[in-house]
């Protein structure tokens, strides 16, 4: 059974650019929630979508936003890019959400200059 | 006060003993409990999840659970030097958001 998939897994980007990362889940999984990993924050909830729906959102700004397709696949936007938003990008698939277990892909390295 | 906390590592063991982890949490409607770890570049990969109060056994791992205290523990028995990883604490609160503790990083002494 094939896990979560996530692409790219590097990124170069430069201050002002947009990113759009890709995540897809498990076969079968319906939820897929995105994190941000930092050194210095930890894993921080971006948001979670659930058949195609933002279910939840975390305390980030409006340039981060996302969506789900209808085959559960998620992909994730970062507007007008800020050297803060270096990090590495986590998105993790499960069944339904809530309390079900959540599954992490590879990640992906954004890195902004 | 955090949501998620996590007893400061890092946490040096030598091999062979029991490495123990704790984690308290804020929101007293959390019902699931999951424990990551996480290597250094990698992602994190769950390890355990828990339910119910009591203890879960699986393998040299073992969850503890007390919802009334808002605590949840992992005993690593037998210690390996592939244990050496950092471990994080995920409750799932009542607004059923995965939250994370900043991570207690294991290093297992051969």
């Known amino acids: 059974k094939a896990g979560v998939t996530q692409t790219p897994r590097y990124l170069i980007k430069t201050r002002g650019q947009q990113v759009t990362l890709s995540c897809s889940p498990i076969?079968?999984?319906?939820?897929v929630s995105w994190y941000q990993q930092t050194p210095g924050q930890g894993l921080q909830f971006l948001f979670e979508?659930?058949?195609?729906?933002?279910?939840n959102k975390g305390n980030f700004p409006g340039r981060f936003s996302g969506r789900q397709f209808s085959n559960s696949r998620s992909e994730m936007n970062v507007s007008t890019l800020e050297l803060g938003d270096s990090a590495l990008y986590l998105c993790?698939?499960?069944?339904?959400?809530?309390?079900?277990?959540?599954?992490f892909g590879q990640g992906t390295r954004l890195t902004v200059v | 006060q955090k949501e998620v906390e996590q007893n400061s590592g890092p946490l040096s063991v030598p091999e062979g003993a029991i490495a123990s982890l704790n984690c308290t949490y804020s929101?007293?409607?959390?019902?699931?409990f999951f424990w990551y770890r996480q290597y250094s570049g990698k992602s994190p990969e769950l390890i355990m999840s828990?339910?119910?109060?009591g203890d879960k056994e699986d393998g040299r791992f073992t969850a503890q659970l007390n919802k009334a205290s808002q605590y949840v523990s992992l005993l690593i028995r037998d210690s390996q030097p592939s244990d050496s990883a950092t471990y994080l604490c995920?409750?799932?609160?009542?607004?059923?958001?995965?939250?994370f503790g900043a991570g207690t990083t294991v290093t297992v002494r051969a």
């Open positions: 929101d007293r409607g959390s019902q699931s």
């Open positions: 979508y659930f058949s195609e729906t933002q279910r």
């Open positions: 993790a698939s499960s069944l339904t959400g809530g309390g079900t277990e959540a599954f």
């Open positions: 995920a409750p799932i609160g009542g607004d059923y958001k995965l939250s």
């Open positions: 828990i339910y119910s109060n």
């Open positions: 076969s079968g999984h319906r939820s």
